[in-house]
Nanobody, 121 residues
Framework: QVRLVESGGGLVQPGGSLRLSCAASGTIFSILAMAWYRQAPGKQRELVARISNDDTTNYADSVKGRFTISRDNAKNTVYLQMLSLKPEDTAVYYC???????????????WGQGTQVTVSS
């Protein structure tokens, strides 16, 4: 099986920063795209940032210039550096990865359990 475990969430004041991490473990042949989503109370889950296996990145307009996604392929880990946080960034943040477990096995989407980020004074 494959498991994604997130860490790094918490409570931070407006203007502060946090770094989220998400590590994949288990039987993994390769990881294609990695991404972070978030879901605020009463709202739909939305894409925050995405990084492909050639390091191409995409960001939601609301976080461009403030958030940076990166990956460490040797550690099967994706990061989200969040700067200049705003109250509207408050949400549960989820990581997801497109993983090939073995040669000949199709790509499968895996999700983490989510980590709470709260931006408040």
């Amino acid at each position: 099986q494959v498991r994604l475990v997130e860490s790094g969430g918490g409570l931070v004041q407006p203007g502060g920063s946090l770094r989220l991490s998400c590590a994949a473990s288990g039987t993994i042949f390769s990881i294609l795209a990695m991404a972070w989503y978030r879901q605020a109370p009463g709202k739909q889950r939305e894409l925050v940032a995405r990084i492909s296996n050639d390091d191409t990145t995409n960001y939601a307009d609301s976080v461009k210039g403030r958030f940076t996604i990166s990956r460490d392929n040797a550690k099967n880990t994706v990061y989200l550096q969040m700067l200049s946080l705003k109250p509207e960034d408050t949400a549960v943040y989820y990581c997801t990865m497109k993983i090939v477990r073995m040669v000949g096995v199709r790509v499968t989407d895996y999700w983490g359990q989510g980590t709470q980020v709260t931006v408040s004074s």
